[in-house]
């Protein structure tokens, strides 16, 4: 049985995470501030005798030490507000826990000799000049907008990530993830998934910013979850900046019509402003991922976004 930090298991992605790792037979330990996580979201979790939370900020509290952590084997920091409309409500929590509490998990991992996997963006990529998006794209994001207190907080992680790996020979890996989705999502989280799925079940109107025709690539969390086991578990992934992301890209208007189609939804399309820096294209090369992990996403859109829904209304009061 192995020892396994999550930073953020209370979160969506974490708590997903946290629930296969210990199906896999595991012992947990979460570190979460709850600034965006549910308790809900890990409570199944913690009756399994195999998972416990400690309420924390990893970029503030010294978790070098904290007794709890001691031999532990494996870290997943996932620890940050993902969507945009929370990222930018605290922009200092956001930049400080990618990038001192980044520093903090991996000092924790070199003292434990345990291997780290930190969950990076497609942010990294900024408002892509290059179509689609390899790992050597260096990039294009804006520091003087809205959008760079995660996007620039995520490139220092990787640096972090970088130096530990080269200087230390530290067993660290990063995984620049692209938009992924299921249900879990707050229902108030702001991300389009469940903006338009709860929109569309409530008959509310489904909000496009922008003229719709910026473009996404979505992966739903299962094969996100596969992809980031995989990069725990192999070798070859020590010290490489790996994409894990579904390459098939959609207009956000053809994703408010799907969900609207797949709802049997009546709601109407309105059109709000595009956000300030908002990316226009993005979708993932996973040449890396396949080679290296020999991972790719296996649950298409309309078939993830059919569970999505599926999970949603099982949901509703
Ligand atoms: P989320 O907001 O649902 O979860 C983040 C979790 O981190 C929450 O439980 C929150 O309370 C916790 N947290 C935030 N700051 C913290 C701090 N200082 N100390 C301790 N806990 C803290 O977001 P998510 O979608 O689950 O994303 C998880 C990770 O994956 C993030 O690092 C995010 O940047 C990355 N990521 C996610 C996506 C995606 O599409 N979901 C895409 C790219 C990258
Ligand atoms: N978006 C939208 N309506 C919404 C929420 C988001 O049209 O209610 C758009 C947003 O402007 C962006 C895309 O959907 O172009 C994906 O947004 P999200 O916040 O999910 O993630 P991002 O990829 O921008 O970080």
Known sequence: MKKVV?????????????????KQGHQVIGLDNFSTGKAEN?????????????????AEE???????????????HMASPASPKFYQA????????????????????????????????SEAYGDPEVHPQPEEYRGNVNTWGPRACYDEAKRL??????EYA????????????????SAGLRNDDGRVISNFVTQALNGHDIT???????????CYVDDTVRGLLLMMERDEANGQLINLGNPVEISVMEVAHLVKSLAQSSSKLTYNPLPQDDPKVRRPVIDKAKALLGWEPFIDLREGLRLTIEAYQAQRP
Do not use: W
């Open 6 to 22: 999550i930073t953020g298991a209370a979160g969506f992605l974490g708590s997903h995470l946290a629930k296969e790792v210990v």
């Open 42 to 58: 890990i409570r199944e979790l913690s009756d399994s005798g195999f998972f416990t939370c400690i309420a924390c900020d990893v």
């Open 62 to 76: 010294d978790v070098r030490f904290m007794p709890a952590l001691s031999g532990i084997d494996e870290i997943y």
């Open 90 to 121: 605290d922009p200092f929590a956001t930049i400080r826990v990618n990038t001192i509490g980044t520093a903090n998990m991996l000092e924790l991992a070199r003292r434990n000799n345990a291997k780290l996997v930190f969950t990076s963006t």
């Open 157 to 162: 992680g990787e640096v972090f990530c970088y």
């Open 166 to 181: 080269h200087r230390y020979g530290s067993r660290v890996k990063v995984a620049r993830i692209f938009n992924t989705y």
């Open 208 to 218: 496009i910013y922008g003229d719709g025709t910026q473009t996404r690539s979505f």
